[in-house]
């Protein structure tokens, strides 16, 4: 079991396999070069398992692939299926920007992926597009499609932007409900990588947009471990707002963050971070538990956004962490 310097239980990892996207979104990288990590920097598919291995044996039950784009880097679906083969109950997820899903979907759910996050922000082609910078919507809803078709447990990731989505918020919302995709709004987080000016919409405001529509929606008890607070329609039907400015989940946080370069992170704004690339590399094993152990010792109490008019703006790159 791994415990962190606050007698949390750690028990999720996420894994960047790439921090090349083929997206420029506003709130995360519009200003990025289209470039790329070179290959010898990054590790191996190999050596990222050595480590996700003794992760589950150490405690780690859930695994997520993130990037960047992880659909970007080739035969992830062989990676995926090498963390399925080791332990065929863990649960197994990925998150998407959803442009390349519609070829890889049957391949990731044969790998023995369980879980899929994706990203909409919108169902209007011209927003989309001025969200991403490309011309996107239509690849992504076949990918969104494929993987409905193949079996695959979606969840729908929005970030509505003052001026540029928030009208879309409540379309994007019965989308997801027509379908049965559970989607979650995520406040803009604060990071000097986005465009200058962009501002998100909080908690508050969102559920105001949608109470005009659906005023009679309410609150579910909260998943301590889960950074998102879900409501309830009265069919039943529930939505999720993540709020990284407030830190009620930082009490209960089980996850713990690898990059495709081999450093390990403690947490999303956190900037510390430890290297196992070296260890893993050369088989020692011990040495990157080790490493993980030290890591989460060094996880904060709690991140540093907040709404207390103090908060910080991070100089993470979400696509090298994955967000």
């Given at each position: 079991?791994l ?19 083929n ?34 044996d ?12 992880p ?5 992830l ?10 332990k ?13 899903l ?11 992926l ?49 001026g ?23 406040e ?19 559920k ?65 971070a ?46 090298q962490?994955?967000?």
């Amino acid at each position: 079991m791994l415990i962190d310097g606050f007698g949390r239980t750690v028990d999720y990892l996420r894994v960047s396999v790439t921090e090349r996207c083929n997206f420029r979104c506003q709130y995360c990288m519009p200003e990025k070069p289209f470039s790329w990590v070179p290959k010898e920097n990054l590790l191996s598919y190999e050596d990222l398992f050595k480590f996700i291995k003794v992760s589950i044996d150490e405690g780690i039950k859930k695994v997520r692939i993130t990037g960047g784009e992880p659909l970007l880097r080739e035969g992830l679906d062989i990676f995926i299926k090498m963390v399925f083969d080791y332990k065929n109950d863990i649960d197994l997820a990925l998150t998407t920007n959803g442009f390349l899903l519609a070829k890889a979907a049957q391949k990731l759910k044969d790998a023995g992926l369980k879980r899929i996050n994706i990203s909409l922000d919108s169902l209007d082609s011209s927003t989309v597009a001025k969200m991403a910078q490309k011309d996107v919507l239509s690849n992504v809803l076949e990918g969104i499609k494929a993987a409905d078709e193949v079996g695959l447990k979606i969840k729908i990731n929005c970030v509505p932007l003052k001026g540029i989505n928030d009208k879309d918020i409540i379309e994007v919302l019965e989308f997801c409900r027509a379908k049965g995709y559970v989607v979650r709004f995520i406040e803009f987080m604060e990071n000097h990588h986005a465009k200058d000016g962009v501002k998100g919409l909080n908690s508050d405001e969102l559920k105001a947009i949608i109470s005009k529509k659906y005023p009679n929606f309410k609150m579910i008890p909260r998943d301590t471990s889960s950074p998102a607070q879900y409501y309830e329609f009265e069919d039943g039907y529930q939505f999720g707002i993540i709020e990284p400015h407030k830190d009620d989940f930082c009490a209960a946080c089980n996850r713990i963050r690898l990059t495709s370069e081999g450093y390990l992170i403690p947490c999303l704004y956190f900037e510390d971070a430890m290297s196992i690339k070296d260890a893993v590399q050369n088989n020692r094993i011990d040495e990157a538990v080790e490493i993980l152990k030290k890591v989460l010792q060094n996880k904060p109490e709690k991140n540093k956004w907040s709404t207390t008019g103090d908060n910080e703006t991070s100089s993470r790159a979400f696509y090298q962490t994955g967000g």
